[in-house]
């Protein structure tokens, strides 16, 4: 205090009077609440240099103590944070959030990088970089993985080799085998599309052919099939209105939007032919809890 009234006798420091009582009464209310043991929140984004790429983290909760859950999104490049936190913003009152943009997508992206560098290897790297961080910087020693799609296949790969550093894995609507899932979406849209009597379908199911799909445009095509008859969202939400909410709520910028599309693009045609190959279905022992959840009514992706 004496320090304090010395600088407010001093013209010149007592400018600086502003600036250490907000100091003081930002120290005074963490101390304060943590003697009352109410809850400190934690609201914060940093990119972690790692091999090459900067990977963008946004960390929230409303209590820092709280365990970590680590979102891992689908695509691969599909940087899902924005509709993560619009349909389970929730989840931010129970844990330590953690949405990462992994490699390649979202504001992770890097226009010059090299799309070779886009492998099941190199996100398992990153994912174990990105843990240890968060293992480090929040002092947990386990976490929380919950994967969507492609994030639920990385999130089972990487939990199954690092075991100790792994709470418990959630594989949500999981990318398990995707040749069998590919089978499966054609087979939906085929048969819708002869009960319908669907000939605009039909005929562009024979452009583009039976799968396996080795270009990525054919991929999204199918996908887009998929979802016209109702095989990807059990009720199809309004995307004008998501994205608006997403927009006017701060989740996302309208000018990040075509970057999120541009990213995904890129990492699904480098990483299309690896993932042909990627065949999860085999049984595994878990040392940890596993949980999948296959949304009801989806054809995205083969069950496990």
């Known amino acids: 205090m004496a320090i304090i009234l010395r600088f407010i006798s001093n013209g010149l420091a007592g400018l600086m009077l ?3 009582l907000s100091a003081l009464l930002v120290g005074c209310t963490e101390l304060q609440a943590c003697a009352l043991g109410a809850p400190v929140s934690i609201k914060r984004s940093e990119y972690l240099p790692f091999d090459g790429a900067k990977l963008y983290l946004l960390i929230r909760a409303a209590d820092r103590t709280a365990p970590v859950l680590l979102w891992l999104h689908g695509g691969p490049g599909g940087a899902e944070r924005p509709l993560f936190r619009y349909f389970n913003g929730d989840l931010e009152k129970r844990f330590v959030v953690v949405y990462w943009d992994q490699r390649g997508a979202g504001r992770s992206f890097d226009p010059k990088a090299d799309p070779h560098r886009l492998t099941i290897a190199q996100h398992l790297a990153d994912l174990d970089a990105v843990v240890d961080h968060l293992r480090q910087t929040l002092s947990q020693d386990k976490i929380i993985l919950m994967g969507h799609s492609w994030g639920a296949a990385l999130g089972l790969l990487y939990a199954q080799a690092h075991p100790e550093k792994v709470s418990a894995f959630i594989g949500v609507n999981p990318l398990v085998a995707t040749q069998k899932g590919k089978q499966a979406q054609y087979d939906f849209v085929s048969a819708e599309a002869r009960r319908r009597k669907d000939d605009e379908v ?15 445009p054919k991929v999204l095509a199918m996908e887009r099939l998929v979802q016209r008859y109702g095989g990807v969202f059990h009720e199809k939400p ?25 990213a995904n693009n890129v990492s699904l045609e480098a990483m299309n032919a690896e993932l042909l190959s990627l065949d999860l279905s085999l049984p595994a022992r878990a040392s940890h809890p596993v949980l999948d959840l296959a949304c009801r009514g989806t054809h995205r992706h083969s069950p496990l």
């Open 18 to 20: 502003p600036v250490v």
């Open 202 to 216: 039909l005929a562009r199911l024979q452009q583009i052919g039976t799968p396996p799909f080795k270009e990525a």
């Open 238 to 262: 309004s995307r004008t209105w998501v994205l608006a909410q997403a927009i006017f709520g701060g989740l996302v910028t309208p000018w990040e939007i075509p970057r999120l599309i541009h």
